[in-house]
């Protein structure tokens, strides 16, 4: 028995090509979920990183010549 693909090619493959092709996605699906699972970890952590640095950074207050910075009495 012969399927044709759902990826729009219409030649007709074998049971077995079929599976081995579906098997091989599915593999790449999974490695790929692990891959963005990575990433979101990652880019949460570095997130996080920044927050933290923005957070520790003094901010500075800009003040015209002959004025007082506010909080200086």
């Known amino acids: ?10 030649s007709v493959v074998s049971m077995a090509e079929y599976d081995k092709r579906a098997k091989r996605i599915s593999g790449n699906t999974s490695e790929i ?3 963005l ?12 990183e920044t ?15 002959g004025e007082e910075p506010a909080g200086t009495d």
């Open 33 to 35: 979920a692990e891959d």
């Open 37 to 48: 699972k990575k990433s979101r970890q990652a880019t949460s952590l570095r997130l996080i």
């Open 51 to 65: 927050a933290e640095r923005k957070a520790s950074t003094p901010r500075l207050t800009l003040v015209g010549s």
């Open 1 to 10: 028995m012969a399927r044709i693909p759902e990826t729009g090619d219409s």
